[in-house]
């Protein structure tokens, strides 16, 4: 099954990039964005691999997690294919996590 990604998740990641590359180095920021694709990678074969976000259980879509270093990778599974909805700093208030869609 594919992974795709939503506009809000990679705007997120892109975040999380120019943070990191602004605070510690490139290579910093590059390495964090990679260590979250290949995170995402394992779902192609395992779509149901990662546990249920439980603060988006009241969605009618299911919601689940993968946990890449500090960051939840929020995602859902449709009939067509795994989609990335956002990804979360893990040491936000987590209430926050409820903006994904």
């Known amino acids: 099954m594919k992974v795709t990604w939503t506009i809000p998740a990679t705007k997120e ?16 920021a590059q390495s964090i964005k990679s260590k979250i ?17 439980e ?3 009241d969605r009618k879509d299911d919601y ?3 946990v890449s270093g500090n960051f939840k990778v929020i995602y859902k599974v449709t009939p067509k294919e795994i989609c990335i ?3 979360f700093d893990s040491r936000q208030y987590p209430e926050k996590i409820k903006r994904a869609k």
């Open 64 to 66: 689940r997690y993968l």
């Open 85 to 87: 909805v956002d990804i």
């Open 13 to 28: 990641l892109r975040k999380i990039y120019n943070f990191y590359k602004k605070k510690a180095s490139v290579e910093v």
């Open 55 to 57: 603060l988006l259980k």
């Open 37 to 53: 694709f290949q995170s995402t990678s394992q779902l192609e074969n395992f779509k149901h691999s990662a546990q249920k976000e």
